[in-house]
C-alpha cells in the first residue's frame, strides 16, 4: 500500500477532489487484486495460503490488471463475499455505478454501504490506466529476459526522493567504514568471511535473548 500510495503521489494522481485514487479506494483495489488472484492460485493448484507471493509479484499484477485487463466502462467491483465483479449496468446497479458522462470511471462498492461507490469520484481513471499500463511494461521489461542490468528496478517507476537517497548513502559510508575497520584490524574481508562473521553476530544474539527469557521465567517463578 505505501510503494503504491508513493507512486500515486509523485504523479499527483492521489487526490480524490481532482479524480484521483485516495487511500480508501487504493485499499479496495488492493484487496479485490488479492481476492482474484488467490482464487486463481487455488483453481491452479497452488492453494490458498499466499506461501509463493512476494511483493514483487504482486505489484506487478496489481499494475497489469488495472492497467491492462481491466475493463473501466462496463465492469464494477466489491469485495464482499471474498471478491467479485458486477456488470455497471445491471438493473440495480445503474442508478449508482453508471455515469453516462464518466462511463471510464472506477465502479467501486462500499463494504460498509453497498449503495455507495467508492469510486465515484475518481475521474481520471483513463489517465491512470495509462500510467498504470506504463509502469507494468517497464516493470516487465527489468524482470524478463534478456534482464536489464539496473540499480534498483523499483526505482525504475518510483523517483527516489531527498531522504531516500540520504539513508542509501548513509549506508554505504557505514558499509564502507566497517570494511575498512576490518582491513585495518586484519581481518579476513571476503564474502565467505563477512558471512561468518553475520552468522556468529547471530548465534551471540540469539544466545543474549535465550539468556534473557530464561531470566524472565525465573524471575516470574520467583
Given amino acids: 500500500t505505501f510503494v503504491l500510495k508513493h507512486f500515486l503521489a509523485s504523479r499527483e494522481i492521489n487526490r480524490p477532489f481532482s479524480g484521483g485514487i485516495g487511500s480508501y479506494l487504493l485499499q479496495l483495489m488492493i484487496v479485490s487484486c488479492l481476492q482474484h488472484r488467490t482464487r486463481e492460485d487455488v483453481s491452479r493448484g497452488f492453494g490458498g495460503r499466499g506461501e509463493h507471493f512476494n511483493l514483487g509479484s504482486i505489484l506487478i499484477d496489481f499494475f497489469e490488471l ?54 465515484a469520484g475518481a475521474f481520471r481513471m483513463g489517465t491512470i ?15 524478463s529476459e534478456p534482464y ?21 548513502a548513509s549506508k554505504r559510508k557505514e558499509a564502507v567504514a566497517a570494511k575498512e575497520a576490518m582491513v585495518g584490524a586484519g581481518e579476513d574481508t571476503s564474502p565467505a568471511a563477512v558471512d561468518r562473521n553475520g552468522a556468529r553476530g547471530r548465534g551471540r544474539s540469539d544466545k ?3 539468556g534473557k527469557a530464561e531470566r524472565r521465567e525465573k524471575s516470574e517463578k520467583r
Fill in 66 to 119: 488495472y492497467g491492462v485487463d481491466f475493463n473501466y466502462v462496463t465492469t464494477g467491483v466489491s469485495v464482499r463475499h471474498d471478491g467479485y465483479y458486477f456488470p455497471k449496468g445491471r438493473e440495480g446497479r445503474r442508478e449508482t455505478f453508471w455515469q453516462p458522462s464518466r462511463q471510464s470511471s472506477m465502479a467501486m462498492e462500499n463494504p460498509l454501504d453497498p449503495t455507495m461507490d467508492v469510486g
Fill in 129 to 143: 490506466q495509462r500510467v498504470f499500463g506504463h509502469a507494468f511494461r517497464v516493470l516487465l521489461a527489468y524482470v
Fill in 148 to 168: 536489464e542490468p539496473t540499480e534498483s528496478i523499483l526505482g525504475r517507476i518510483i523517483p527516489p526522493t531527498e531522504e531516500m537517497r540520504r539513508r542509501a
Fill in 208 to 210: 543474549r535473548e535465550r
